[in-house]
């Protein structure tokens, strides 16, 4: 069983907007910090904006002002609103977050959804 599962990516025109969201499982006891993170072909991958459980939120400077990160922590969910959309924001976008269940706490990546931005 997954225990982070992303939908919402897409094929998108420059300057357009997408959102992103990911649900963790039903069976988590905790969740701390929560982010996004992407990877482009051939490069690696890289933050894109996190969220702890107290909605402090960090990005990475090629994304301010364009990308917004909320979660639902009655949910277990985080999004990204991601708006003005680039070529260069063009990868598989990754969610993750530090989840306790009975084995503890661990780090975990969900698949991976694409995102292209065609120019």
């Known amino acids: 069983q997954a225990q982070l599962v992303e939908s919402g990516g897409g094929l998108v025109q420059a300057g357009g907007s997408l959102r992103l969201s990911c649900a963790a499982s039903s069976r988590v006891f905790d969740i701390n910090a929560m982010g996004w993170y992407r990877q482009a072909p051939g490069k690696q991958r890289e933050l894109v904006a996190t969220?702890?459980?107290?909605?402090?939120?960090n990005y990475a400077d090629s994304v301010k002002g364009r990308f917004t990160i909320s979660r639902d922590n009655a949910k277990n969910t985080v999004d990204l609103q991601m708006n003005s959309l680039k070529p260069e924001d063009t990868a598989v976008y990754y969610c993750n977050a530090a989840m306790f269940f009975t084995a503890g706490w661990r780090d975990y990546w969900g698949q991976g959804t694409q995102i292209t931005v065609s120019s």
């Open positions: 969220i702890t459980k107290g909605m402090r939120t």
